[in-house]
Nanobody
Framework: QVQLVESGGDSVQVGGSLRLSCAAS????????????MAWFRQVSGEERDMVAC???????EYGESAKGRFTIARDNAKNTVYLQMASLKPEDTAEYYC??????????????????WGQGTPVTVSS
């Protein structure tokens, strides 16, 4: 199993910055964090969970349209942690942010249904 714990969510003003963290604990013998595909999604109540950013084992990254130019995903395999650095935050970035993981590359890694493991989420509120 893989347990994911997000942190770093907060209430910030428009234009502010936040860094979210997702720490992974792996209880599967022979598996390590470096083998995980990782992603950040976000969800507004009543809406679909949208991909923010994905990073694969080699560090290849894909960003959702809302994140391009403002957010940065990074992983630290030594710390079993993936980060989402968010800058120039807007009110429309307000959402619950979730970390996702999978040992296999999801068939469509931009779709939340294709990911195996999820954290509980961390809330981000951006106010003007």
């Amino acid at each position: 199993q893989v347990q994911l714990v997000e942190s770093g969510g907060d209430s910030v003003q428009v234009g502010g910055s936040l860094r979210l963290s997702c720490a992974a604990s792996i209880s599967l013998s022979g598996y390590s964090f470096s083998l995980l595909y990782m992603a950040w999604f976000r969800q507004v109540s009543g809406e679909e969970r949208d991909m923010v950013a994905c990073i694969d084992r080699a560090g290849i990254i894909e960003y959702g349209e809302s994140a391009k130019g403002r957010f940065t995903i990074a992983r630290d395999n030594a710390k079993n942690t993936v980060y989402l650095q968010m800058a120039s935050l807007k009110p429309e970035d307000t959402a619950e942010y979730y970390c996702a993981a999978d040992f296999r590359r999801p068939a469509n890694w931009t779709r939340w249904r294709h990911w195996a493991y999820w954290g509980q989420g961390t809330p981000v509120t951006v106010s003007s």
